[in-house]
């Protein structure tokens, strides 16, 4: 992350952070930037959050300074609460109101939420103040709650977050509330088309495609740091990325029943049937008016590694990012893929 030396620069970089949040259109990665910049700007060592689903918050994205400059990596795993009073991020997403906690270990016994330290003693970690905040979109609903941890001073000790910072706080977690119901307006349109595919071939399931997209952007985001991809640039290919790669397999709708719910091995002639719906997806998204629309046409086009000839540099790392997604997918839930011939059609 830049280093902000003047006033100038500090408005500068929030203006250019809000910019890069309403380009955003992945849910996951867009959450992920919201936590980034909000603990950027107020200084905070750690935080997460999460989405209102229903009656729970569903944990989405966990950062924590301390815990990775110890060279050890962040225990991560997806989980609900429930949405009540009972725990701060519950009580913020029930009420709406910004919660500053000088200190959690003084929170008074008669307030309606408490501290749950579990997290703390698993990583060794010491929770102090914490900034929890309400997203909330424009119908005044809660769409999510950010929590920020540990506000810090300039030799990283940990003290209360002042006003400033709750303004700061609150000015993304703004922004990121009307982002986030636009991405997951655009997720929903992504599923259907998931849905629709799945209705055809019962193997190409939503949690596939969520992580043939979130293994090709982690390849991706490997990729890039390495390569010295501008930051901003390496966010929007992220967001497109991850996207566009959930759509892979969408020319699967063109495939006959008989091929694609065969349960016995392909014929030499079914298999070359079966290869064309790379270009029948590509078809299927031909019209392009973004460069979402571009990757995702090229994905479905090239994703299976007979199309990669004559693609250079970049494009060429991205499609066979996309392979070795599929095989990650393919590795992590076995059954759910076609063997022909002893070789698997994804």
């Not at 929590?147 to 990121?176: C, V, W």
């Not at 090239?302 to 997604?325: D, I, T």
Request: aromatic share 8%; glycine share 6%; charged share 25%.
């Amino acid at each position: 992350m830049e280093v902000v030396t003047t006033d100038s620069d500090f408005l500068e970089r929030v203006l250019a952070a809000g910019a890069i949040l309403i380009n955003i259109g992945d849910i996951d990665i867009l959450l992920e930037q919201i936590l980034t910049e909000a603990r950027f700007f107020t200084n905070a060592d750690a935080g997460s959050i999460y989405t209102v689903e229903g009656d729970v918050l569903s944990f989405c994205h966990s950062q924590n300074a301390t815990i990775v400059n110890r060279g050890e990596r962040i225990p991560y795993t997806r989980f609900t609460i429930p949405r009540n009073k009972s725990s701060m991020a519950g009580y913020v997403a029930c009420t709406g109101e910004i919660l500053n906690i000088d200190d959690v270990h003084r929170i008074p016994t008669e307030a309606p939420y408490s501290f749950d330290d579990s997290y703390d003693k698993i990583t060794f970690y010491r929770t102090r103040s914490t900034l929890t905040l309400p997203l909330i979109n424009n119908r005044q609903e809660v769409v999510g709650v950010l929590q920020l941890i540990n506000a810090r001073t300039d030799k990283r000790e940990f003290i209360p977050f002042h006003s400033t910072m709750e303004l700061l706080g609150k000015y993304y977690a703004t922004l990121g509330a009307l982002a986030l119901e636009r991405a997951m307006m655009t997720r929903t349109l992504l599923m259907r088309m998931v849905n629709m595919t799945e209705f055809r071939d019962p193997k190409e399931t939503g949690p596939h495609v969520n992580r043939v997209g979130s293994y090709a952007v982690a390849i991706y985001d490997s990729w890039a740091r390495t390569s010295d991809v501008e930051e901003t640039d390496r966010i929007h290919n992220r967001d497109v990325l991850r996207m566009a790669a959930m759509l892979h397999d969408v020319g699967k709708t063109g495939i006959s029943d008989i091929i694609l719910k065969k349960p016995a091995s392909l014929t030499p002639d079914e298999r070359a049937t079966m290869e064309k719906h790379c270009f029948m997806g590509a078809e299927v998204l031909r019209n392009c008016e973004s460069t979402f629309d571009e990757m995702a046409r090229d994905i479905a086009l090239s994703h299976h590694e007979n199309f990669l000839k004559g693609l250079k540099g970049m494009r060429s790392h991205l499609w066979q990012e996309l392979q070795q997604s599929q095989m990650f997918s393919m590795l992590s839930v076995q059954k759910g893929h076609t063997r022909i011939h002893g070789q698997i059609i994804w």
